[in-house]
């Protein structure tokens, strides 16, 4: 069982940024972030493969950036420019898999969520 363990959440203005770390209890192919706001279902944020690839959603193109470090055990997110609209809870998640899929079912592993909080 991987265990995932999100931090660097909070409230900042919008057009600010903050970063996100994600760290595994071990190496595994791929890691990525989902988002779900009240109300709404959970999405897509972006997602890193074993050799360093980034997907992003359109949202967030140009304005996140997704990185790993060099153990394969810790994701970041990047936030910049941040939007009112980024308000959610940030979930970390990872799969064995080498694809990086952008819906939740994909990923068996899951952290508690993050809560990134953009004021206007």
């Known amino acids: 069982q991987v265990q995932l363990v999100e931090s660097g959440g909070g409230l900042v203005q919008a057009g600010g940024s903050l970063r996100l770390s994600c760290a595994a209890s071990?190496?595994?192919?791929?890691m990525a972030w989902f988002r779900q706001a009240p109300g709404k279902e959970r999405e897509f944020v972006s997602a890193i493969t074993w050799s360093g690839g980034g997907t992003y959603a359109d949202s967030v193109k140009g304005r996140f950036t997704i990185s790993r470090d060099v153990a394969k055990t810790t994701v970041y997110l990047e936030m910049n420019s941040l939007k009112p609209e980024d308000t959610a809870v940030y979930y970390c998640v990872a799969r064995r898999g080498s694809v990086a899929l952008m819906t939740p079912p994909g990923y068996e592993y899951w952290g508690q969520g993050t809560q990134v909080t953009v004021s206007s």
């Open positions: 071990e190496r595994i192919f791929t």
